[in-house]
C-alpha cells in the first residue's frame, strides 16, 4: 500500500513539473540591477598615512570595467608619469595601479576615477570614486567648492578642470603656462567642481577647458577662468569662474597660395588694420585686394598676377613687423561666380546683396534692373560691404510685393579683368502682419551700457540692440519662432564684448545668458523683462 501511494505521488509531481514545461510564456529574469560596484577593500588601505608602496589593489563585489579611463580618472597633484592601471578593455574584480612617479614627501594624494568605474553587466556607474593616500603623516581635509560656466554658450560646459596653484614665495603668474597646478578636480558632466583633501596655505585658483589635456595653460587653445584674489585655507567661501579665451598676440602665418593670384594668410590675434605691403616691384596696372573671412582667423589677398620667381611681402600693425616669401606656382585662376543673398523671400529688414567669389572692382549699374509687380523699374543704388565681395543693391522695399532681378553680363567686373554671366531673381516680401515685435525690458542697477542680443535655437545671433542705459530695447520685424535671449555688460561702451585677460587680472565683461524660451507668433508683441544683477 505504501509502495502504490508512493508511485501515485511520484505521478502526479511528474504531471505537475511536465504540465508547468510545457505552457507557453515568457521568463521574466528577475528585476534589473541598477546597484553601482561595492568597495569591499583596498591594498592598502583607503586614507593610509606614510604610503611608501608603488602598487595599489582595490576590490570590489562584483566584476568592473573601466570606462573611458583616460578622460575620467584625476590625479592630485598631478603625476608627470601617468600610472599603469587594469584592467583595459576587460572585467575584472580589482583595480591595479602601478605607481610610475617619484612621490613627494608630506603630501596627500587624490586618485578621483570619475565616473569610469561601472559594472560589467548593467553599467552602473560607481560615481566619483576616490582613493586617498598621503605620503606624510596626516590626510589633507580642507576643500573648496564652486561652479564653472561658459557664458558664450547656452548649454553645460563639461569637463572642465578646475586648478589650485600653491601660492608661496615662489609663485608667479607664469606658473600656469609652464607647471600642473598642486591640487586639480574636474566638474565632469555639470558645472559644479569640489576640489578636497587641500593642504592649510594660500593659492590661486583657476579653471580650463584644456584642449589638448596638458593641464597646463596654453592661450591659443584653452579657455581660462580665474579668481582675481587668492584664497586662504581654511576657507568656508564658494566661487564662481567664468571661462573665456584670450586674444593672443598678433601673429601672422605665412600665407600660402589658393590659386593663381590668390593668396591666404593665416594669423592669430586681432588683425584689423594690418597693412600688406607687396615689396617686389609690380606693373603699373598691378592692384590688390583684401578681404577679411568672417568667424576666421583668414585673410585672403587677391592681386593681378604678373610673372615672377617669387613675392615679397611685408605684414604690419602697431609694434608688429615681419617679412615673407611666397613662391607663386599655380596656374588656375579663379573664376568669378554670383548669387543673391535670397532667391525667394526678402525680409522687409533686410537689403538685397549680391555676393561674389573674388574682389568685384567695377559696377555697371546700366546692367542692372529691379522692376516691381506692376512692371514698373524700381530706382536703386548700390554700397559695397565692408569687402568687395558683396553689393548691397538698396532700394525702397513696399510689403507684400514681388520684384524682379535682372543682373546681365559685365554689370560687374572682378579684379582678374573678368565678367559676370546674367542672374536672375524673382523675389518676394511679406506683410507686416506676418512678423512680431519683441520689447526686451533691462533692469539694472549697473550705470553701464548693455548689448542686447536675441539668438534662434541654434544659438545665432539674429539681431542685436546697443543701449546706453537700462532701458528697453525694441526688435520689430521679426519672423515667427522661438527666440532666447543674451545680455553683455558693456562696461567700456564700445559696443562689444571684451574679453579678459590673466596676466592682466582682468576679467571678461559679464554675459548673462537667458534660456527661457521666446515664443513669438505672427502679428504679436512679446514684452519681457530681464535683470542683470
Same mark, same amino acid.
Given at each position: 500500500?505504501k509502495?502504490?501511494?508512493?508511485k501515485?505521488l511520484?505521478?502526479v509531481?511528474l504531471s505537475?513539473?511536465?504540465?508547468s514545461c510545457?505552457?507557453?510564456?515568457?521568463?521574466?529574469?528577475?528585476d534589473?540591477?541598477?546597484?553601482?560596484?561595492?568597495l569591499i577593500?583596498s591594498?592598502?588601505?583607503?586614507e593610509t598615512?606614510?604610503?611608501?608602496?608603488?602598487?595599489?589593489?582595490i576590490?570590489?563585489?562584483?566584476?568592473?570595467?573601466?570606462?573611458d579611463?583616460?578622460?575620467?580618472l584625476?590625479i592630485?597633484p598631478?603625476q608627470?608619469?601617468?600610472?599603469?592601471?587594469?584592467?583595459?578593455?576587460?572585467?575584472s574584480k580589482?583595480?591595479?595601479?602601478?605607481?610610475l612617479d617619484?612621490?613627494d614627501?608630506n603630501?596627500?594624494?587624490l586618485?578621483?576615477f570619475?565616473n569610469?568605474i561601472v559594472?560589467?553587466n548593467?553599467?552602473?556607474?560607481?560615481?566619483?570614486?576616490?582613493?586617498?593616500?598621503?605620503?606624510?603623516?596626516?590626510?589633507?581635509?580642507l576643500?573648496?567648492?564652486?561652479?564653472?560656466?561658459? /557664458?558664450?554658450v547656452?548649454?553645460?560646459?563639461?569637463?572642465? $578642470?578646475?586648478m589650485l596653484?600653491?601660492y !608661496? &614665495?615662489? %609663485? *608667479?603668474? =607664469?606658473?600656469?603656462?609652464?607647471q600642473?597646478p598642486?591640487?586639480?578636480s574636474?566638474?565632469?558632466?555639470s558645472?559644479?567642481f569640489?576640489?578636497t583633501n587641500?593642504?592649510?596655505?594660500?593659492y590661486?585658483?583657476?579653471a580650463?577647458k584644456?584642449a589638448?589635456g596638458?593641464?597646463?595653460?596654453d /592661450?591659443?587653445?584653452?579657455k581660462i577662468?580665474?579668481v582675481? $584674489?587668492?584664497?586662504?585655507?581654511?576657507? !568656508? &567661501?564658494? %566661487? *564662481?569662474? =567664468?571661462?573665456?579665451?584670450?586674444?593672443?598676440?598678433?601673429k601672422?602665418?605665412?600665407?600660402?597660395e589658393?590659386?593663381?593670384?590668390h593668396?591666404v594668410?593665416?594669423?592669430k590675434?586681432?588683425?584689423?588694420?594690418?597693412?600688406?605691403?607687396i615689396?617686389?616691384e609690380t606693373?603699373?596696372?598691378f592692384?590688390?585686394?583684401?578681404?577679411?573671412?568672417k568667424?576666421? $582667423?583668414?585673410?585672403n589677398?587677391w592681386?593681378?598676377p604678373?610673372?615672377a620667381? =617669387?613675392?615679397?611681402?611685408?605684414?604690419s600693425?602697431?609694434?608688429?613687423?615681419?617679412?615673407?616669401?611666397?613662391?607663386p606656382?599655380?596656374?588656375?585662376?579663379?573664376?568669378l561666380?554670383i548669387?543673391g543673398?535670397?532667391t525667394?523671400?526678402l525680409?522687409?529688414n533686410d537689403?538685397?546683396s549680391?555676393?561674389?567669389?573674388?574682389?568685384?572692382?567695377k559696377?555697371?549699374?546700366?546692367l542692372?534692373?529691379?522692376?516691381?509687380?506692376?512692371t514698373v523699374?524700381?530706382?536703386?543704388?548700390?554700397?559695397?560691404s565692408n569687402?568687395?565681395?558683396?553689393?548691397y543693391?538698396?532700394f525702397?522695399k513696399q510689403?507684400?510685393?514681388?520684384y524682379?532681378?535682372?543682373i546681365?553680363?559685365?554689370?560687374?567686373?572682378?579684379?582678374y579683368?573678368t565678367?559676370n554671366?546674367?542672374?536672375?531673381?524673382?523675389i518676394v516680401?511679406?506683410?507686416?502682419?506676418?512678423?512680431?515685435?519683441?520689447?526686451?525690458n533691462?533692469?539694472?542697477?549697473?550705470?553701464?551700457?548693455?548689448?542686447?542680443?536675441i539668438?534662434?535655437?541654434r544659438?545665432?545671433?539674429?539681431?542685436?540692440?546697443k543701449i546706453?542705459k537700462?532701458?528697453?530695447?525694441?526688435?520689430?520685424?521679426?519672423e515667427?519662432g522661438?527666440?532666447?535671449?543674451?545680455i553683455t555688460?558693456?562696461?567700456?561702451?564700445n559696443?562689444?564684448?571684451?574679453?579678459?585677460?590673466?596676466?592682466?587680472?582682468?576679467?571678461?565683461?559679464?554675459?548673462?545668458?537667458?534660456?527661457?524660451?521666446?515664443?513669438l507668433r505672427?502679428n504679436?508683441?512679446?514684452?519681457?523683462?530681464f535683470?542683470?544683477?
Amino acid at each position: 500500500m505504501k509502495l502504490y501511494l508512493f508511485k501515485l505521488l511520484s505521478l502526479v509531481l511528474l504531471s505537475n513539473l511536465l504540465f508547468s514545461c510545457a505552457r507557453r510564456g515568457n521568463p521574466t529574469g528577475g528585476d534589473k540591477d541598477t546597484i553601482p560596484p561595492i568597495l569591499i577593500k583596498s591594498i592598502p588601505a583607503n586614507e593610509t598615512v606614510n604610503f611608501k608602496t608603488k602598487k595599489i589593489k582595490i576590490y570590489f563585489d562584483e566584476y568592473i570595467k573601466l570606462d573611458d579611463i583616460r578622460k575620467n580618472l584625476i590625479i592630485s597633484p598631478p603625476q608627470k608619469n601617468e600610472p599603469i592601471i587594469t584592467p583595459v578593455g576587460t572585467a575584472s574584480k580589482f583595480i591595479s595601479i602601478t605607481i610610475l612617479d617619484t612621490l613627494d614627501a608630506n603630501i596627500t594624494y587624490l586618485y578621483n576615477f570619475g565616473n569610469s568605474i561601472v559594472d560589467n553587466n548593467e553599467s552602473n556607474k560607481l560615481g566619483n570614486f576616490k582613493y586617498v593616500f598621503s605620503t606624510g603623516s596626516y590626510i589633507d581635509s580642507l576643500l573648496v567648492n564652486g561652479e564653472v560656466f561658459d /557664458p558664450m554658450v547656452k548649454e553645460t560646459s563639461k569637463n572642465l $578642470d578646475v586648478m589650485l596653484y600653491e601660492y !608661496d &614665495s615662489t %609663485y *608667479t603668474d =607664469s606658473v600656469i603656462f609652464k607647471q600642473k597646478p598642486r591640487y586639480i578636480s574636474n566638474t565632469l558632466d555639470s558645472t559644479l567642481f569640489e576640489i578636497t583633501n587641500i593642504r592649510k596655505g594660500k593659492y590661486m585658483l583657476i579653471a580650463l577647458k584644456d584642449a589638448n589635456g596638458n593641464k597646463i595653460y596654453d /592661450p591659443d587653445i584653452d579657455k581660462i577662468g580665474f579668481v582675481k $584674489d587668492t584664497l586662504s585655507f581654511p576657507t !568656508d &567661501s564658494s %566661487y *564662481t569662474l =567664468s571661462i573665456f579665451k584670450e586674444v593672443p598676440k598678433l601673429k601672422v602665418i605665412k600665407p600660402k597660395e589658393v590659386n593663381k593670384g590668390h593668396l591666404v594668410f593665416g594669423y592669430k590675434g586681432i588683425a584689423k588694420d594690418l597693412s600688406i605691403n607687396i615689396l617686389t616691384e609690380t606693373p603699373y596696372n598691378f592692384k590688390s585686394e583684401i578681404i577679411y573671412e568672417k568667424d576666421k $582667423d583668414t585673410i585672403n589677398y587677391w592681386y593681378t598676377p604678373f610673372e615672377a620667381d =617669387s613675392l615679397n611681402f611685408s605684414v604690419s600693425k602697431g609694434d608688429y613687423f615681419e617679412e615673407f616669401v611666397v613662391k607663386p606656382r599655380s596656374s588656375k585662376r579663379d573664376t568669378l561666380k554670383i548669387n543673391g543673398s535670397t532667391t525667394n523671400i526678402l525680409h522687409l529688414n533686410d537689403t538685397l546683396s549680391i555676393v561674389s567669389n573674388t574682389p568685384i572692382v567695377k559696377i555697371d549699374t546700366s546692367l542692372i534692373s529691379i522692376i516691381d509687380q506692376d512692371t514698373v523699374n524700381v530706382k536703386f543704388n548700390t554700397q559695397y560691404s565692408n569687402s568687395k565681395n558683396k553689393i548691397y543693391l538698396n532700394f525702397n522695399k513696399q510689403q507684400d510685393s514681388k520684384y524682379n532681378i535682372k543682373i546681365l553680363p559685365n554689370a560687374f567686373t572682378d579684379i582678374y579683368n573678368t565678367a559676370n554671366d546674367s542672374l536672375f531673381l524673382d523675389i518676394v516680401t511679406k506683410k507686416i502682419e506676418d512678423y512680431g515685435i519683441l520689447k526686451v525690458n533691462v533692469i539694472s542697477s549697473k550705470k553701464s551700457s548693455f548689448i542686447v542680443e536675441i539668438l534662434n535655437n541654434r544659438d545665432e545671433v539674429i539681431r542685436t540692440a546697443k543701449i546706453n542705459k537700462p532701458e528697453t530695447a525694441k526688435f520689430e520685424l521679426l519672423e515667427p519662432g522661438n527666440y532666447f535671449v543674451r545680455i553683455t555688460t558693456d562696461e567700456n561702451s564700445n559696443g562689444k564684448w571684451d574679453t579678459g585677460n590673466f596676466l592682466e587680472k582682468r576679467q571678461p565683461e559679464t554675459i548673462k545668458y537667458f534660456d527661457k524660451i521666446l515664443e513669438l507668433r505672427a502679428n504679436w508683441e512679446l514684452d519681457e523683462t530681464f535683470v542683470i544683477d
